[in-house]
């Protein structure tokens, strides 16, 4: 596979276009970091050369909420190297910076069985966390590093919640849209913000003629990550949280009883939340493959996704050190497993090997 530079060539260098896309989970982030290390150790193997990154490789790098995060890690220059043409964060170092720092934004006091009542009456007042360790953490790694200055093609959905639409940041929109140009920091906080998890962001930008752009934001999982339309020429990497789908977890008899709070708290979970965030990644994934088995292009759209979690595993801040361990567990083992194209009925995968297919991601991209 051909390194790519997306910020000095056209994005549609070479005989494809790559896109990652990466869903969002909260601290399931880890499972696909733990995949992308190991694609990006193939791809250090493939090439002889310890410094390869994934921006070198990817056209596109699409995530939303937790995924959001991921994206800018992998395309955020180093700006504390004389070699700022390196990503800050290879794959590896991001599973440490979630087995790190989960524990700190996602603090876990309330898991005690009276803790968890607290915390239950707590979310019907306000989020049930206050982001402060997320939001320091953040503007200290990305320092005010903005969207323009990233190393390959960026696209992170958030929805303004002022304006009641989507807010796209992309480095393609950002070229005739300069208000869009915010702080990746300030992006990533506005696409974590799950409701009820953790805090809407406001941040304003400034165009180079001095007018001000407000923005607030919330987590933009109501997006789905596609790519523009001529799918043959795509090469398009999905790579999903986990979920717990297959457990046929609510039913309608029950839903048509709740209220506010019975969409908000409801078998130990937030059901609004839940649908919310599950929808946006199942919809991409059942619109991609649709277009890609009807351009006879399957082979050109991998979904790597384990939909069996357990409720422990599933959850978007259960950062214990055991379920942190798990759910690196949970990546490796996946690449091991069969995965991929779901089934358009039951919404669950049919079988694929996953590991094999990553390396010849290679073989794919200069045929």
Known sequence: MERVRSFLQSPTYGNVITVLSIDGGGIRGIIPATILAF?????????EDENARLADYFDVIAGTSTGG???AMLAAPNHDDDDDDRPMFS???I????LQHSPLIFPQNHRCSFGGIIQ????????????????KLLKEKLGDLRLHQTLTNLIIPTFDIKRLQPTVFSTYEVKRNSSLDAKLSDICIGTSAAPTYLPAHSFQTQTPNGQLREFHLIDGGVLANNPPME???FLVISIGTGSAKSEEKYRADEAAKWGVLGWLSSHNSTPLVDIFTQASSDLADIFLSTVFQALHSEKNYLRIQDDTLGDKESSMDNATKENLDKLVRIGEDLLQKPVSMVNLETGLLKCFTGRERLVKL???CQS
Do not use: C, T, W
Request: charged residues 30%.
């Open 91 to 93: 794959a590896k170092d």
């Open 39 to 47: 694609l990006e150790s193939e791809l250090q193997k493939v090439e």
């Open 231 to 233: 799918f043959g020429r």
């Open 120 to 135: 239950s009456i707590k979310s019907l007042m306000g989020p049930k966390y206050d982001g402060k360790y997320l939001h």
């Open 362 to 364: 290679d073989h794919l």
């Open 69 to 71: 995060l991921i994206s």
């Open 95 to 98: 599973i440490d910076f979630y």
